[in-house]
């Protein structure tokens, strides 16, 4: 087993095999770094030493994955990687911030009727879109086309209901084809349809709007601005309102993205095959594609593609929660906060040279004062990183720090998980999972919470935050406290 080196509270490395190269930082108190697995630390050497590779970071959530683990960063200057961006292509987090006061949510009923309005909108679970629920959007062929090959323009927006606004707080409103152009991505999508890759486009097209199973989620909060003049003075800029309602989104390209994402892997496989060229450490999870070649550019094609779906996807899913809030309550008023991913490749900067930044199950961290962030209502701020961490502890809004740059710009996408799914529901008592979110007076659509996905199956949460602090890589703005959770009781579908 790879061994960490320890170099400071929250910080340490894994030399490679004979120094071979730069070593994989490691972000994690003590605590953290004694929980890392033995299949972790060989996945993200292994992801280290594959072709093209500069820099692999392991964050505090890091886990088993897909050919990369969970929870880490992997930088390239010369290839394209599908593992370390995963199956659900552009999962991510979003945060409507509302106008409505704490006290409005003390009344059980009240929380009730807004569960009730919410899932009437926004349907869980496998396979399930707007057709499945009473008050839907109709997303026709043709908006899908627009949808996957535009993201959130103008026009995707207003035929949707979704506030055009919303679009400059995003971390990407719309991605692009493999040579900026967004005919690249209708040609792109006119071929894998005619070659019958996506058989079932338009019943995907429905899913826009919806959260699906797993990990995603839709959780009503309450606000809790730090109180510190800084984070205060940030928090004004993310236009968070403290002791008011707001409402974090866990979700990603669904059924659509992991057909393209599926597609790619055994695309690359084979061509792996075909040409007898060696997967790295053996492991076919971690196919690549040398950028410039056309595998590379299907890839991002497809990528981009799945990316815009994941984009239209959560800001639809923000528009029908603000308008559940309305039924419910109404007056009601909602800024979205922030969108951001934490599976994708992103072209970036990093030390000093363009590089494609592949972050699996990791989020940007990029404070104020950046050039990347210049236009953007976070220049001088930082933008808001939300981390997701249980409905019992909690989650967060952070804001980067300047010792980012030692983390390829990046943090943790969250918790990360502690146990398997099947071990955890060997594990965990149902009975006490219930009771603890009865105790806590924290709601949700569930007869009973999904015990694979119960807090305890997770890390530490507060330890997690604390190696983020601790390394210098961000700073807690505010606290998000749950209310009630919008989850799915089935077995996840991506």
């Given at each position: 087993m790879y061994v960490i080196h320890k170099t400071d509270e929250a910080l340490g490395f894994i030399p490679l095999p004979d120094n071979s190269g730069k070593p994989i930082t490691v972000v994690g108190t003590d605590a953290i770094r004694d929980g890392f697995d033995e299949t972790c630390l060989n996945q993200a050497v292994n992801s280290r030493l594959a072709p093209g590779v500069t820099d692999v970071i392991l964050n505090p959530d890091g886990h088993a994955g897909y050919g990369a683990p969970i929870g880490c960063v992997m930088v390239s200057p010369t290839h394209i990687y599908p593992g370390p961006v995963g199956v659900d292509i552009k999962c991510s987090m979003s945060l409507l911030q509302l106008n409505i006061p704490a006290a409005a949510l003390v009344d059980k009923r009240s929380r009730r009727h807004l569960i009730d309005a919410i899932v009437e909108?926004?349907?869980?679970?496998?396979?399930?879109?707007?057709?499945?629920?009473?008050?839907?959007?109709?997303?026709?062929?043709?908006?899908?086309?627009?949808?996957?090959?535009?993201?959130?323009?103008?026009?995707?927006?207003?035929?949707?209901?979704?506030?055009?606004?919303?679009?400059?707080?995003?971390?990407?409103?719309?991605?692009?084809?493999?040579?900026?152009?967004?005919?690249?991505?209708?040609?792109?999508?006119?071929?894998?349809?005619?070659?019958?890759r996506i058989r079932n486009f338009s019943e995907k097209m429905q899913q826009l709007g919806s959260y699906g199973g797993g990990n995603h989620f839709g959780e009503c909060e309450i606000t809790r601005v730090i109180d510190r003049p800084s984070a205060r003075e940030v928090a004004a800029v993310f236009g968070l309102l403290d002791g008011h309602a707001s409402f974090l989104s866990h979700c990603g390209s669904r059924g659509f993205g992991n057909l393209l994402a599926q597609g790619q892997f055994k695309d690359l496989e084979h061509k792996f095959q075909l040409w007898g060229t060696p997967f790295p450490a053996g492991d076919k999870k971690l196919v690549y594609a040398p950028l410039g070649t056309a595998e590379a550019d299907a890839y991002l094609n497809d990528m981009a593609l799945g990316a815009n779906f994941a984009t239209v996807n959560h800001l639809l899913i923000n528009a029908l929660v603000l308008e559940a809030f309305q039924e419910v309550m109404p007056g009601t008023q909602g800024q979205l906060v922030y969108f951001i991913s934490h599976n994708i490749a992103r072209e970036e900067i990093i030390d000093g040279k363009k590089a494609w930044v592949h972050r699996k199950g990791a989020t940007r961290a990029i404070p104020g004062g950046h050039f990347a962030l210049a236009g953007t209502p976070f220049a001088n701020s930082g933008h808001p990183i939300l981390l997701p961490g249980n409905p019992r502890d909690g989650s967060v809004v952070m804001v980067a720090q300047g010792g980012a740059e030692r983390s390829a710009w990046s943090v943790n996408h969250g918790a990360g998980r502690a146990m398997g799914r099947k071990h955890a529901a060997r594990t965990l008592d149902q009975a006490a999972v219930d009771a603890e979110f009865d105790v806590a007076d924290i709601l949700t659509n569930c007869r009973k919470y999904p015990i694979d996905e119960a807090p305890d199956a997770y890390k530490s949460f507060p330890e997690v935050l604390r190696s983020v602090e601790s390394a210098g890589l961000a700073t807690t703005v505010a606290k998000l406290q749950a209310r009630f959770v919008i989850k799915d009781e089935t077995a996840p579908d991506d």
């Amino acid at each position: 087993m790879y061994v960490i080196h320890k170099t400071d509270e929250a910080l340490g490395f894994i030399p490679l095999p004979d120094n071979s190269g730069k070593p994989i930082t490691v972000v994690g108190t003590d605590a953290i770094r004694d929980g890392f697995d033995e299949t972790c630390l060989n996945q993200a050497v292994n992801s280290r030493l594959a072709p093209g590779v500069t820099d692999v970071i392991l964050n505090p959530d890091g886990h088993a994955g897909y050919g990369a683990p969970i929870g880490c960063v992997m930088v390239s200057p010369t290839h394209i990687y599908p593992g370390p961006v995963g199956v659900d292509i552009k999962c991510s987090m979003s945060l409507l911030q509302l106008n409505i006061p704490a006290a409005a949510l003390v009344d059980k009923r009240s929380r009730r009727h807004l569960i009730d309005a919410i899932v009437e909108r926004t349907p869980t679970g496998a396979g399930r879109g707007q057709r499945s629920v009473k008050k839907s959007r109709h997303v026709d062929r043709e908006l899908g086309v627009l949808a996957v090959t535009e993201g959130a323009s103008v026009r995707v927006c207003e035929a949707l209901g979704i506030p055009p606004v919303w679009a400059i707080r995003c971390e990407d409103s719309q991605h692009t084809g493999h040579d900026g152009s967004h005919a690249a991505l209708m040609l792109r999508l006119e071929t894998i349809l005619a070659a019958g890759r996506i058989r079932n486009f338009s019943e995907k097209m429905q899913q826009l709007g919806s959260y699906g199973g797993g990990n995603h989620f839709g959780e009503c909060e309450i606000t809790r601005v730090i109180d510190r003049p800084s984070a205060r003075e940030v928090a004004a800029v993310f236009g968070l309102l403290d002791g008011h309602a707001s409402f974090l989104s866990h979700c990603g390209s669904r059924g659509f993205g992991n057909l393209l994402a599926q597609g790619q892997f055994k695309d690359l496989e084979h061509k792996f095959q075909l040409w007898g060229t060696p997967f790295p450490a053996g492991d076919k999870k971690l196919v690549y594609a040398p950028l410039g070649t056309a595998e590379a550019d299907a890839y991002l094609n497809d990528m981009a593609l799945g990316a815009n779906f994941a984009t239209v996807n959560h800001l639809l899913i923000n528009a029908l929660v603000l308008e559940a809030f309305q039924e419910v309550m109404p007056g009601t008023q909602g800024q979205l906060v922030y969108f951001i991913s934490h599976n994708i490749a992103r072209e970036e900067i990093i030390d000093g040279k363009k590089a494609w930044v592949h972050r699996k199950g990791a989020t940007r961290a990029i404070p104020g004062g950046h050039f990347a962030l210049a236009g953007t209502p976070f220049a001088n701020s930082g933008h808001p990183i939300l981390l997701p961490g249980n409905p019992r502890d909690g989650s967060v809004v952070m804001v980067a720090q300047g010792g980012a740059e030692r983390s390829a710009w990046s943090v943790n996408h969250g918790a990360g998980r502690a146990m398997g799914r099947k071990h955890a529901a060997r594990t965990l008592d149902q009975a006490a999972v219930d009771a603890e979110f009865d105790v806590a007076d924290i709601l949700t659509n569930c007869r009973k919470y999904p015990i694979d996905e119960a807090p305890d199956a997770y890390k530490s949460f507060p330890e997690v935050l604390r190696s983020v602090e601790s390394a210098g890589l961000a700073t807690t703005v505010a606290k998000l406290q749950a209310r009630f959770v919008i989850k799915d009781e089935t077995a996840p579908d991506d």
